[in-house]
Structures are given as C-alpha cells and as structure tokens.
Nanobody, 115 residues
Framework: VQLVQSGGRLVQPGGSLTLSCTLS????????IHWYRQPAGELRENVAF????????MYDKSVKGRFTVSRDSAKNMMFLQMNNLRIEDTAVYYC?????????WGQGTQVTVSS
C-alpha cells in the first residue's frame, strides 16, 4: 500500500491550494482519511478527518471553514482543499489512511504561506 502526495508549494496569504494523495494497493472501503500537519519545530497535529462513509468530516478549529477534506473513490485519490491560507498554516502536510489495524502515511509535502 502506498500514498503518494502532491500539491505543496509557496502561496500568498489569502490564497488557495489543494493537496492530493494517490492511493495504491488498496481502496477507501472501510477506511478513514486524516490530514496532519507539522510546522517546523512543532508536533504533528491532526487538522482534518473524513470517515469511511465518505461524508462525515471533522476539522481542527484552526482550519474549520477554510479547509475541506474529500476523496474520489473512482480515482483512488484524497484531497485537502485549503482556502484563505494564513501564514500560520505553513507546515509539512501529511495524508494518512487508517484501515483495520493498519495505518499508512504519505511522504509529506511542504506548504509555505508567505508574501
């Protein structure tokens, strides 16, 4: 099983960015999706969650209303749409899939919000 991330880059404050993770080796069936981020020198934090029903979501209060987590089961891809980005959103972002007893991580992608 592999999760390959893409989409991180430098973006200006107020801008938008979509991160993607392509899943191979399994499907989203009975799996939950999480997006984490880790600012430099800080702990990794969970910012978004999508339940196995593909509908139920939860967000950290710091991103609620600005970030949206989703998946495309046909393409085996998961997304984090980020709007109205702030300087404090700067971090390495990771996708994660939990399926049964197994946890899979993407390789991480850097998002830098700066003018």
């Amino acid at each position: 099983v592999q999760l390959v991330q893409s989409g991180g880059r430098l973006v200006q404050p107020g801008g938008s960015l979509t991160l993607s993770c392509t899943l191979s080796g399994t499907t989203f069936e009975a799996a939950t999706i999480h997006w984490y981020r880790q600012p430099a020198g800080e702990l990794r934090e969970n910012v978004a969650f999508l339940d196995s029903d593909g509908v139920t979501t939860m967000y950290d209060k710091s991103v609620k209303g600005r970030f949206t987590v989703s998946r495309d089961s046909a393409k085996n891809m998961m997304f984090l749409q980020m709007n109205n980005l702030r300087i404090e959103d700067t971090a390495v972002y990771y996708c994660q899939l939990k399926k049964g007893y197994y946890i899979y991580w993407g390789q991480g992608t850097q998002v830098t919000v700066s003018s």
